[in-house]
């Protein structure tokens, strides 16, 4: 899939989101997909996932509340041609 998917954050990402930021020196936290800035918790996290050597890399970018619900509605859409193509 080239399309972020929308999946919960559990609190111990949400830290280490938070961690990595305040070492970054970035204060506000934006949408990875249409740079808005996010007051507040994201409203979705995306999931990319791609592999270097032996490694497997995972990276969450905070989503807005209408990018979330796009890419969500999206991926189920996706999802429900599959199971009727099956």
């Given at each position: 899939m080239t399309h972020p998917i929308c999946i919960s954050v559990d609190?111990?990402?949400?830290?280490?989101?938070?961690?990595r930021q305040a070492a970054s020196g970035v204060t506000e936290l934006r949408c990875d997909v249409c740079d808005a800035a996010?007051?507040?918790e994201p409203?979705?996290?995306?999931l990319y996932v791609w592999s270097r050597g032996d490694?497997?890399?995972?990276e969450e970018?905070?989503?807005c509340g209408g990018c979330a619900v796009a890419i969500g509605m999206?991926?189920?859409?996706?999802?429900n041609v599959e199971e009727e193509e099956g």
């Open positions: 609190a111990v990402a949400d830290s280490a989101l938070r961690a996010i007051e507040g409203a979705g996290r995306g490694e497997l890399r995972l970018p905070a989503l999206t991926a189920l859409s996706a999802w």
